[in-house]
């Protein structure tokens, strides 16, 4: 094999970056593009001892799974990698992934892994999107300049400006909207993680599906927002906008707008101070016949569907009698606990970050739970 030369190939499996992966000369050649059952002419661009990185130059035989990407960002967006590949393909490709893991570092030989439990309609479901805020590629983060609001090129720190993802919620990405609008029209500066100037970092929006109430964080590299009530009422409008769920016939209301300071020149996305500009300090989510308080630093699964399923198994393969004591370790907010609580004797939580851990024992009061509780601190250094 030579680094420049192209090679016929058959895509036999995928990397847990979208790769497909296939052999020449007995070694793995990783494509980007390429997907399982694909046979493809790929050109090396990079030749290691023990693999090589080829360009995808033809799809020869397309995989009999291969489908047009939904999403018209999949090509760049560094998000969801597997959108050329079909749903069923993407499950059995998972359950694969856990069966080599389960081999590769586990030692376990032939295990046991049942098939995946999918999702009717896998769109539209994540309750938390988390946007990039920046200034528009090959621009300044200048006052007043196009800003790209998204999610990051994959493999890069490049912003993808997404003006739809079909995984996130309708108000998310009507928010991210609105704040493109508010910076346009406000001269307000995105935040380049070069310099360190520039006041707006990130969007962070939760959809509590279950009531519909919507929470939207603005992280700041600043003391505060210029204009805030207008801005407060542009996203109030635009959730006002959007019409009732489909399915639930529940209407999305705006009911939580924090200001979150992070001031540090680093990669972390969230800082210590939250500032509750509008509305209240937490939103309310319903889930499995439960009652949850999120507030913004609070960890929700992101898929509430896939929660109740998850959820429901992890009861049937407990096989709890009402005997039991149930530790949920990094707990979160308390949902797999609290769905557990009517099925043990008792139930403790233990959670480091300390604001979530008031928000499960909230939730046990809310639920009137009273065989449940949640611990502020490190799971091995709490549990007993």
Not at 147 to 155: L, M, P
Not at 331 to 342: D, E, F, K, N, Q
Request: one cysteine or more; a negative charge.
């Amino acid at each position: 094999m030579e680094k420049g030369q192209s090679y016929k190939l058959t895509i036999e499996d995928m990397s847990t970056e979208g790769q497909g992966i296939g052999r020449v000369e007995g070694l793995a050649v990783f494509v980007d593009g390429a997907i399982v059952g694909d046979v493809v002419l790929a050109e090396i661009i990079k030749l290691k001892k023990n693999y090589a990185l080829g360009r995808l130059v033809e799809i020869i035989e397309p995989s009999k799974q291969r489908i047009e990407p939904a999403c018209r960002y999949a090509k760049d967006c560094g998000g969801c990698s597997l959108q050329s590949l079909d749903y069923k393909g993407q499950l059995k490709l998972k359950k694969k992934m856990v069966e080599d893991k389960l081999t590769r570092i586990g030692g376990i030989q032939n295990p046991v892994v049942h098939d995946i439990i999918g999702m009717e309609k896998p769109w539209r479901y994540r309750n938390k999107a988390q946007f990039i805020v920046s200034a528009a590629a090959g621009l300044t983060d200048g006052p007043g300049g196009p800003v790209s609001v998204g999610f990051y090129r994959a493999k890069s720190h490049q912003v993808i400006n997404c003006d739809e993802c079909l995984i996130q919620s309708e108000p998310a990405e009507k928010l991210a909207g609105v704040l493109r609008e508010y910076m346009r029209t406000d001269n307000i500066s995105a935040y380049d993680n070069k310099t360190g100037k520039g006041l707006i970092r990130h969007l962070i929006v939760k959809t509590a599906f279950g009531t519909g109430e919507i929470m939207a964080v603005l992280v700041i590299n600043g003391k505060g927002l210029p204009n805030m009530e207008k801005l407060v009422y542009m996203m109030d409008d635009a959730i006002d906008e959007i019409s009732p769920d489909p399915d639930t016939g529940i209407e999305f209301t705006l009911e939580s707008v924090v200001l979150n300071i992070n001031k540090k020149k680093t990669s972390e996305i969230i800082g210590e101070k939250f500032i509750t500009i509008a509305g209240k300090q937490t939103i309310l989510e319903q889930v499995g016949g439960l009652n949850f308080e999120i507030s913004p630093m609070s960890f929700f699964q992101v898929n509430p569907v896939q929660m109740v399923k998850l959820y429901d198994k992890v009861l049937e393969y407990a096989s709890l009698t009402g005997e039991e004591t149930v530790f949920d370790l990094y707990c979160g907010v308390g949902t797999i606990g609290l769905y557990s609580a009517m099925h043990a004797k008792r139930v403790i939580g233990i959670e480091s970050v300390k604001s979530a851990i008031l928000d499960a024992n909230r939730n046990a009061v809310i639920n009137r739970i009273v065989n449940a509780e949640f611990i502020h601190g490190k799971a091995e250094e709490e549990l007993p």
